[in-house]
Antibody, heavy 120, light 108 residues
Framework: QVQLVQSGAEVKKPGASVKVSCKAS????????ISWVRQAPGQGLEWMGW????????NYAQKLQGRVTMTTDTSTSTAYMELRSLRSDDTAVYYC?????????????WGQGTLVTVSS | EIVLTQSPGTLSLSPGERATLSCRAS???????LAWYQQKPGQAPRLLIYGASSRATGIPDRFSGSGSGTDFTLTISRLEPEDFAVYYCQQYGSSQITFGQGTRLEIK
């Protein structure tokens, strides 16, 4: 069965960076992309971008351009999302999700979420 | 960026009733790229509908999607207790993805 397992919660100070991992299993990793979506406390969903696990091509949300980097390690079927220059409004649950980007551009499987808290 | 506006913000209904949730786009969206998700407290979202009207794997047939252009609808024909949650629409266009702000479906 398809599973996406994310790394654990993080607490960071403003200005620091965070790197969250997402390990995929149960499918051919390079046949799909991985997208990242975040959700601030009590708020809605915000798309951050995606990466093709096939060739590493990325597409970032315009709002986060320059602060976010998404990578993959195909040898371990793991995707990573690094966010730099953290601010208090980056406090959120960060989800990875499998994206079907050759068809519907929808997210059919999700990780369990990683809480990132930014606080001085 | 295409803005998705969902209405109503909150919908109060009883089990067994029919729910109709709306998602309106600021410009035309390809039906192929419109999806709906359900999210319960403390859980990740779950894909319900993709391509505006196709049910995802394992989704009961009481959930249906319709619409085109700028107006899309998620219908739950007969509400079950487990259907009370927050629902989001999502679109892909011009290389960007956006979500609606969500509709909370609560028990009346």
């Amino acid at each position: 069965q398809v599973q996406l397992v994310q790394s654990g919660a993080e607490v960071k100070k403003p200005g620091a960076s965070v790197k969250v991992s997402c390990k995929a299993s149960g499918y051919t990793f390079t046949s799909y992309g991985i997208s990242w979506v975040r959700q601030a406390p009590g708020q809605g969903l915000e798309w951050m971008g995606w990466i093709s696990a096939y060739n590493g091509n990325t597409n970032y949300a315009q709002k986060l351009q320059g602060r976010v980097t998404m990578t993959t390690d195909t040898s371990t079927s793991t995707a990573y999302m690094e966010l730099r220059s953290l601010r208090s409004d980056d406090t959120a649950v960060y989800y990875c999700a499998r994206i079907e980007y050759s068809g519907s551009y929808s997210f059919d499987y999700w990780g369990q979420g990683t809480l990132v808290t930014v606080s001085s | 960026e295409i803005v998705l506006t969902q209405s109503p913000g909150t919908l109060s209904l009883s089990p067994g009733e029919r729910a109709t949730l709306s998602c309106r786009a600021s410009q035309s969206v390809s039906s192929s790229y419109l999806a709906w998700y359900q999210q319960k407290p403390g859980q990740a979202p779950r894909l319900l509908i993709y391509g505006a009207s196709s049910r995802a794997t394992g989704i009961p047939d009481r959930f249906s999607g319709s619409g085109s252009g700028t107006d899309f609808t998620l219908t739950i024909s007969r509400l079950e207790p487990e259907d009370f949650a927050v629902y989001y629409c999502q679109q892909y266009g011009s290389s960007q993805i956006t979500f609606g702000q969500g509709t909370r479906l609560e028990i009346k």
